[in-house]
Structure formats: C-alpha cells, structure tokens
C-alpha cells in the first residue's frame, strides 16, 4: 500500500509539473497514467485513499500561488475541496476495471468530474484540467475541435491506454492503441480548423503593471489605476507619431480600479482623462458598488462621447475569493478571510458586450479573453494624427516596443473580455456625473482577488 501511495504522489507532482511555471507538457499523461496504475487491483476504500492522495499531491501544488494572493486559509480550503474529487475518482476505479474496455470507462469518468468541479460547488475551480497543460503544444489545435472537456477526455484516455500496456506488459495488441490515438491527436495540428473572417479591428490590450509586490491589487489600488491611464496616453502618444495604429477601441483588464469609477473623483477623472487621449471607446475593468452588501465586477465601454455604456459583470465570482458561500449562516471573522467584507454578486448577462468603434457607426462584439502584455506607463499626450491608411488588426500595446500583431484568422473570434454575465438589459450610456456622491461609498475596497474575467 505504501508504494502504491508513493505512486501517487509521484503522479499528482509529475502533472502539477506539466503546467506553469515548469510546463513540462508530456507529464500531462504520467499524471493520470500513475493514477491508473496506483489505483488498479485495489479495493474501494484503499482506491479511494490512493487517489485522494494523488488529489493532495497534485492540487495542493498545482494552486500554490494563493497562499500569497487571496491567502493560506483559501488555499487549504479550496486545495481539500479540490482533492475531494480525485479521491471519488479513486473509488470509482475498483468497478471501472472490471468493465470492458476499461480505459474509455475511466476517462470519461475523470472527464466528466472536471467538468462537475468547474461548475461546483459554489462557482467551481476549473484549474487543472488537462486540456489547460497542451497550449502553445502540437495537440492545443485539437481545441477547435473537440473543445476542453473532448480533450481531456482524449488525454485521460491516452494515459490509461498506457497504464493498461504497462499492466499487462506491452505487446503488440496493447501497445497499438495508444500509438493511434497519440496519431490522431496530431493530425488537427497538420489540418487545423480556419474560422471565416468577416472583418477585423484594431484592438489595444493595455496592461498598466501592479505596484509593490504584484500579487496584491489593493496594495496600491489607485497606483495600478493610474498606471493604465498613464500607459493609454502613452499609447496615444505613440498613435500621434505614427509608431502605432490607431486602435478602434482599448482593453483594459480586470480590476483596474478596486474602488467605484461612477462615485470616486480621482478614479473617474483618470479614466476620463485616457478616454479622451485616445479618442476611443475604453473597455474599463472595474469594481462597482451595488449597496453596502456587495459589489460587481464589471467591464465598462467608457465612450468618449457619451461616457459610460454597456456593462458586463462577472459571471462567476469564485468562492472565498471574491465572496463567502452561505455568510447568513456563518462569517468567517479570521484569517484572510476576514478582509472580504462585501460579497461579489453574479452577472446574468449572456449576450456579447457592444463596443462603438469609431469608424463609420461600426460596432464590434467581444467575443474572446485577449492575452494581455505589460505595457511600461508613460506620461505622454495624445497629438492630432491621420488614421486614414492605419491597418486593420488586433493590437497588443507595449509601448517603447514594436507593435505586437495577432491574424485575426488565427484563433476564435474575440470573446467577452468583460464577463461571463452582466445586467439584464443593456444600459443606456451616460455621462460621468458632474458632481459625484463624496464621500464615495468605496473608499475601503472590497478584498477580492481574481483570475481574470469570467
């Protein structure tokens, strides 16, 4: 029993190890191969110890970085919830071998709980799936067409297919399988899926870099707001010389501002201020009071014309992170845990967010997460320039840098970038108040942290 323990541990490490920051890639196979092999022959009850120690190994590790983000007490949290789920594998596998074909019984066994803890409890932790482990790989074409969850099936599968040839010691008739499925794999990265262009824009993603330590938004939360506005006027800059194309509208990420933009005079001064250096509509990623109970986490189209529009909120708030589950029954008063004071409250919105472009009335519909660049902050103002001939494509500014291009053919079309969810309805667009409520309802922050809108 013990070696078998040992096994899986060893497994649990290896496919930790096939993700960031190390990104060995082909240990997303030893992963579960180790698993199916610790497991195998097992009863119920020491299967189902056995994977709950691959869960520990592999989970406990592969999330280690919140131990510094939203803190220890969400990580020991979330890490044995996590694991729960490869120890109910583990029982799982006792019945699974005894069917035929027991490798498809087990992959789709561990796809099918991927996909329940990415949804559940509470808001789910998708982390760690296998599919996530293949990009930047030959196999991440086979995205498009078999999607997250067909491809860890096809990994999982993959991985048994190996543990059962080591089990019963190679050969020919054992060893076929997987030698073919690996091929098939392979072959989206020979034909891989194009999608039909039907237009293209120009889109900065502007990423203003965090003050102090990096992994505290609230450390310096009106430095990280100033950061953004500084790096859009220097793109604006760099728009006027001719070093960039102008863009048709700009990206911001998620929480650029930790406090209300509508009620806070220095954050809605700041972003008015980039607004208009740059002459387009800026997506603005931030927290907005919504009673002394909770908060949204929105992407804003802030116009330079109408101001704040249309609205996408956070579809999916994760727990003990961005809110407590249950907090009328209990309030955690300790650790970390004690900083989230208000709730973040889920979006509903499923359609696209509108942006305004700016030429000729076109609007455009973002449809996929850009991967976001640093860009260094600059002081520098915008200058009239000629946008007649400036080229049409998604753009990644970096200012003092070359301009980053992406083929819009190249991948999905853009996504919401805001959210998973929103208002109801579209909201009317506004003007920024003149006058706005002081003192704001949010000069203390909500403690919250986030893995990127969702």
Request: glycine fraction near 10%; charged fraction near 20%; charge should be positive.
């Amino acid at each position: 029993m013990l070696v078998r323990l040992l096994l899986a541990i060893a497994g649990g490490l290896a496919l930790t190890a096939a993700y960031e920051p190390l990104t060995l890639a082909p240990l997303v196979l030893v992963g579960p191969a180790c698993f199916a092999l610790a497991t195998h022959g097992l009863s119920v009850p020491r299967a189902g110890l056995v994977g709950l120690a691959f869960g520990v190994a592999f989970y406990f590790t592969h999330i280690y970085w919140m131990r510094t983000a939203p803190g220890q007490d969400a990580w020991l949290a979330l890490s044995t919830a996590e694991a729960l789920f490869y120890g109910a594998v583990g029982l799982c596998v006792p019945l699974l071998t005894r069917l035929p074909a027991w490798p498809v019984w087990l992959a789709a066994t561990w796809a099918a709980m991927e996909g329940i803890r990415s949804t559940w409890p509470f808001s789910g932790m998708p982390w760690g799936r296998l599919s996530f482990a293949v990009a930047d790989t030959p196999l991440a074409p086979a995205l498009a067409y078999v999607g997250m969850t067909g491809l860890s099936f096809l990994l999982a599968l993959l991985s048994f297919l190996l543990a059962r040839a080591v089990l019963d010691r190679g050969g020919l008739v054992r060893i076929a399988p997987p030698v073919v499925l690996a091929a098939l794999l392979l072959v989206p990265a020979v034909a891989p899926y194009e999608l039909a262009e039907d237009g293209s824009a120009v889109v900065a993603a502007v990423q203003g870099d965090v003050p102090g330590p990096g992994d505290d938004i609230l450390w310096d939360h009106r430095g990280v707001t100033r950061n953004h506005v500084e790096a859009t006027t220097g793109l604006a800059d760099d728009v006027a010389a001719g070093r960039a194309p102008q863009p048709d509208f700009v990206l911001w990420p998620e929480n650029t501002t930790a406090v209300d933009p509508f009620s806070d005079a220095d954050v809605n001064g700041g972003i008015r201020e980039a607004v208009d250096a740059i002459g387009v509509p800026v997506v603005v990623g931030g927290l907005v009071d919504d009673g002394p109970d909770h908060v949204l986490n929105q992407g804003i189209v802030w116009d330079p014309v109408s101001g704040p529009g249309d609205r996408y909120t956070k579809k999916h708030p994760v727990a003990y992170g961005e809110y407590i589950p249950y907090r009328r029954y209990w309030d955690p008063g300790f650790g970390d845990l004690a900083q989230i004071r208000r709730d973040m409250k889920a979006g509903t919105r499923e359609e696209p967010l509108r942006v305004a472009g700016d030429r000729g009335g076109r609007r455009h519909l973002l449809r996929r997460r850009l991967r976001r660049r640093p860009a260094r902050p600059s002081r520098a103002r915008r200058r009239p320039a000629d946008r007649a001939d400036q080229q049409r494509d998604v753009h990644l500014h970096r200012p003092g840098r070359p301009a980053v291009r992406h083929d819009p053919a190249a991948g999905d079309r853009v996504r919401a970038l805001a959210g998973r969810g929103g208002h109801q309805r579209r909201l009317r667009r506004r003007r920024p108040p003149t006058a706005p409520s002081w003192p704001p309802r949010s000069l203390a922050p909500p403690r919250c942290w986030s893995s990127g809108w969702a």
